[in-house]
């Protein structure tokens, strides 16, 4: 896996400076640090697979991070210090041409943005000698430095040095200007120590440090105040986790105690804390799941369960629920699917009972309807007269007879009277089936099943206006 490791970083690496770095290795020899055993992490002893933890996969993963930004740190300096041998040779053409490489992968190289720029310079104005550009950035570093603009006056210095590593003048500058930067940066420390402002105290106290190095005073202020701020951090989280804690809010007050670990390790009361939270949530999502069970949620009560199984809740205990709860899901699933079957059959057979009564009903109507009076048709002779038969109401004037007269504007009287038909229970409870029937045919839109189902309904009862009524709709809407 190193292998794999080291191939992919050099191959990242390798289009932007291995073909300028191919130009002049058999000219510069390259200083060689080490050995690839000394760069890498021993990636064949850690295996994702057994990082469980979300923080112990984030801490791996910035540690190869820092991994790999150090190796690369170490590749661009040994690309550096050839560039700047080829600066010293006078190919500044190259040299800016290596810097600018480098500038390409980390832009915040200090060094080779100055190299880049002197080599720049000096290939442009190759009647400008070194020593005249050593010079104007001595005098832009003085006016800086009577202006306190320290911080600027030391990056001038580092172009200095840059350029001249060994400037016996501007290595002393840069330690002048040194010992007045960390001075401003202990008075600002102290400052904030004043005002109990502690981190922001150690923040000035370290700046300080990377000039003074040796200096023992700032060491013991700055040990003594990462004990103070250590004290306050682990007392207002504690605070905190308490207010967590009596809130009932565990999750939350075991974050914030393991977070005090982090600070303080090792503190017994903080331990005990955690241990008591971690029973209090485990029974917590143990009842939790059981309340879920009990309400046939059955994949809630795998979810909490499993939590109470990670918050140290007995494992076989949890597996033993686990499995009951999916079964019983199956089992439910299965009874659920029974039962839904079980309704699609009952309502099959209602609506084959429903139309089977219908059918009957109809069959019955049919068989009790009145005979229709045969239809007799005559040539226009009556039997036993003479002449061709007068049909009333034709001729203008009367017919005389023996029995009488009739006029021709007297009215006829009805030859056939009108007479209605009860309609039976069962004829009206199918017509009421068939309308239903029919109802259900017009919301599926089966519009002409719909106007037949009706046609029977109304057949059966005439008088069933629910039929009369669709069969108008259905009309207006066939318009």
Request: glycine fraction near 6%; avoid cysteine.
């Amino acid at each position: 896996m190193k292998k794999y490791f080291t191939l992919a970083f050099v191959l990242a690496l390798a289009p932007a400076w291995l073909q300028a770095a191919n130009t002049f290795r058999k000219e510069i020899p390259v200083r060689q640090h080490g050995k690839e055993e000394g760069m890498l992490l021993d990636l064949s002893k850690i295996s994702m697979g057994t990082l469980n933890d979300v923080e112990e996969k984030k801490q791996y993963l910035s540690t190869v991070q820092l991994e790999k930004q150090r190796i690369q740190n170490y590749t661009l300096r040994m690309v550096y210090e050839n560039a700047y041998l080829l600066y010293k040779r006078g190919d500044y053409q190259r040299a800016q041409e290596m810097a600018q490489t480098i500038l390409s992968i980390d832009p915040n190289f200090k060094q080779a943005q100055t190299l880049a720029k002197q080599a720049s310079h000096m290939g442009t104005y190759g009647t400008t000698s070194e020593a005249e550009v050593i010079e104007a950035k001595f005098q832009e570093t003085i006016r800086l430095y009577d202006s306190g603009r320290l911080v600027e006056a030391n990056d001038k210095l580092n172009e200095i040095l840059t350029i001249q590593p060994g400037n016996s003048k501007a290595q002393a500058w840069k330690r002048k200007i040194d010992y007045d930067i960390a001075k401003e940066y202990t008075r600002r420390g102290d400052e904030a120590y004043k005002n109990d402002n502690y981190q922001a105290a150690l923040d000035a106290w370290y700046n300080a440090l990377l000039m003074r190095k040796d200096d023992p005073k700032l060491v013991s202020k700055i040990a003594e105040t990462e004990n103070k701020l250590r004290k306050q951090q682990v007392e207002e989280s504690m605070k905190q986790a308490l207010e967590f804690y009596n809130k009932g809010q565990y999750v939350e007050s075991y974050a914030v105690f393991e977070r005090i670990t982090k600070i303080q390790p090792g503190d017994p009361r903080v331990q005990k804390y955690m241990s008591q939270l971690k029973n209090e949530i485990a029974a917590g999502y143990y009842q939790a799941g059981n309340r879920s069970y009990n309400a046939n949620r059955f994949d809630q009560a795998v979810s909490y369960w499993t939590n109470a199984k990670k918050w140290g809740a007995d494992t076989t205990t949890m597996d033993g629920l686990i499995k009951r709860a999916r079964n019983a899901k199956e089992n439910h699933l299965r009874v659920k699917q029974q039962q839904a079957q079980l309704a699609v059959t009952k309502a099959e057979q209602a609506a084959k009972k429903a139309e089977d009564a219908a059918n009957k009903a109809e069959q019955k109507a049919e068989e009790t309807l009145p005979e229709q009076p045969e239809t007799v048709m005559v040539d226009g002779n009556v039997p036993g007269m003479t002449g061709g038969t007068v049909i009333p109401g034709a001729a203008t004037g009367g017919i005389s007879s023996s029995v009488g007269t009739v006029g021709a504007n007297e009215t006829l009287p009805t030859l056939t009277g009108t007479t209605t038909n009860p309609v039976s229970a069962e004829a009206s409870a199918a017509s009421r089936a068939k309308f239903i029937e029919g109802l259900d045919a017009y919301n599926q839109d089966d519009y002409e099943r719909a106007r037949q189902a009706w046609i029977v309904a109304k057949q059966l009862d005439p008088g069933n206006s629910d039929a009369d009524l669709g069969l108008r709709k259905l009309e207006e809407l066939m318009k």
